[in-house]
């Protein structure tokens, strides 16, 4: 045992630095966490400082965990490293629309008493017009600056510039002015730049500056008036950049051919520009190309076979990476080439050119197709090439071509299909029963083509409906009692300019959402239903959009996704006529009167009844109806004077009531006599301006003594019961008084 004696201390220090690694290894993991480094209280103080330059509306808690009881690292938005305790980051950013949860106010030089700060992001903000803080250039340690969207103002300092460590800058969004971009050159390592939504309109010489920056990889310059778009540059320097984002900026002339020599592109937009030119070949060259927008320029020639594919001795040897393609409104033409093969592409909008041939070939994985408002004519049956394999066809518009035959039945295959526009086309047959399979369609447009038979009942099944659009076409039947029953999120219902016929279904009155209901130019006959929709109560708009529509999009692109729909389905909805809330029962044969009702639409902007046999007064509670600016209630039977109510709808700019028999003076107030005397003609009874013939005393006397007894009569519910009862009782006192007297008689007649 003596033996080992001199090894003792050996093995005692082995041990102990066993332990020691092993304790360290322990901090690095995370163990111990009791064991913390504090907060720096001069930086407590100073982000205290910075706090109080702030004005927190009540409902905002962005800084309510800024206290001095707690410690700084553990307040919200704050970082620090966690070996020194220095506070690092200050991330406050807030994308609330609403102005309630937002900072209002200015940011403190305290800032500067924060030296090891290299993020600060304050976007979303509301910094009240304030300048860019010329003590920024002294932050030398800031890698990432975000004052997107915070309400600066005036020259964006060139100070700036001395932020030789800054990777990331984002000014974008806010009324600034750059005199010229030379600060820039002083941000050597700058990855990132955002300055979208400021005028750059001095800034001549913006690509040769940018040029000077190795290392960046996205650059986005949208909407900022730069005045040039340089078609040559003689070394690329920007080889780095993968995201490049020109758009909004009215550039004239060819797309560039430098572009074709950044070869990790992979995001370009180019689009609401002046373009003009063919589609060059050289976008071949860019193999790493995912997204692409050259919509809104005057670009012409057809689109190359090759698009996206790197060719190698005139062989295709790599499939094309391209996800996104967005060519529309541009003056393309000829055929679209075959996009089969492309099976990385998700979103394809060629809508607004002269492509003029069949519907080629896309590839099964596509998910939003556009090519509505071109000349693509024939059968539609490839469509069910798409719908055949991963069901991930989300969005589909072919409206406005030259498409014939009958719509083909296969959308049992197409259940993710949300948006569908096959509207203004040359179709015809029957609508197909499988669109019963559509149970998350939100959108069926069939408008304007040459449709047949009745409105299938397999419809009932697509409960997530909020646009149904079947107008212009030759459908017939009655309109179906289960479109209440079953369809209960339609907000817009468009079945005009059909043959449709019998009564209109009281259970469309379930339709709380309602924002338009069209049923003009069918064989409607019967009453108008005592409806009152919800929504037409009140000038609020209807959420067209579900809340969870986003996240149901199997291609997980939350920007591309929402950013197509926001420009294309607004553009559709608008151009198509859905902006109005509107009623409109025109060209039928509807009979009885105006439903009281109707009056409680305040809401509404377009009513037409026209061209029924409608009888009665107009509602006296037509005033109610403020936000009304167009009226037809022409070529009925409509009889008594018009109410002065009429006149407080300040917003009419359209207003007829010709050819009815209307009798009396035309109220006299401004509005109505603004109206042309075309508004009035036809009532061979109703007198003053803006007639030319006059009224007498005698007459409106008269009828201002009808209109007396008449209006409580027709508007008051509780006259109407009243006058009602009385004449009950006076009935009960009638009949006893009769049967009394012929008591009388009988007796008398029996006594002789």
Known sequence: MKRFYPLLPILVKILLNIISISFANSLEEGDLNNVKVKCIKSEEEALLQFKHGFHLPPTSNLLSSWDSETDCCNWDGVGCDTTTGHVISLNLRTTNSSNTLILIGGLSSSLLDLPFLTSLDVSGNDLRQTEVPEFFGSMHNLEYLNLSGTNVRGLVPYHLGNLSHLKSLDLSQNSLTVSN?????????????????????????????INSLPFLVELRFSNCQLPNLPSHLSYVNITSLQI?????????GTIPTWLFEIEHLQHLDLSSNRLYGQFPDEFENLEFLVF??????????????TLGQIQSQNKLSRQSSLKELYLSYNNFGGCVPDFASYFNLRILDLHANNFHCPIPHFPPTIEILDL??????????????ILGVNNSLLYLDLFRNDLSGNIPSCWEKGKSLYFLFIGDNNLSGHIPSSFGYLE??????LSNNNLSGEIPASLQKCTSLRILSLSQNMLSGEI?????????????????FNTLEGHIPRGLCQLNLLNMLDLKGNNLSGTIPRCVFTYMTGVSTIPFLPNNFFEKSTSGFDLAFPHFLHYEYSENYMSRGYSWKLL?????????????????????QVLNLSRNQLEGPIPFGIGNMTNMKSLDLSKNRLSCTIPTSLGNLSFLSNLNVSYNNLAGKIPLTTHLQSFEASSFLGNHDLCGPPLANSCSASTNKSLEDQGAFLYPLIFSTSWRNAYFSFLD???????VIIAVAAAKLRRKYLNH
Do not use: K
């Not at 692409?292 to 689109?303: T, V």
């Not at 079953?486 to 817009?492: D, G, H, N, Q």
């Not at 009281?596 to 305040?602: K, L, N, R, V």
């Open 181 to 209: 971009l030379d600060w820039l050159h002083g941000l050597s390592s700058l990855e990132e730049l955002d300055l979208s939504e400021i005028r750059l309109n001095n800034s001549e010489n913006w690509l040769h500056v």
């Open 244 to 252: 490049l984002d020109l758009s909004f900026n009215h550039f004239e």
């Open 292 to 305: 692409l927008d050259l919509s809104y320029n005057n670009l012409n020639g057809s689109i190359p076979s």
């Open 372 to 385: 509505s408002r071109n000349s693509f004519f024939g059968p539609m049956s490839h469509v069910c090439d």
């Open 440 to 445: 998350n369609l939100f959108v069926l447009d």
């Open 480 to 496: 179906p009692t289960w479109i209440g029953d079953s369809l209960r999120s339609l907000a817009i219902l468009d079945l005009h």
């Open 584 to 604: 409109d029962f025109s060209s039928n044969s509807l009979t009885g009167g105006i439903p009281d009702e109707t009056t409680q639409h305040a809401g509404l």
């Open 729 to 735: 009782r006076m009935s009960d006192n009638i009949y």
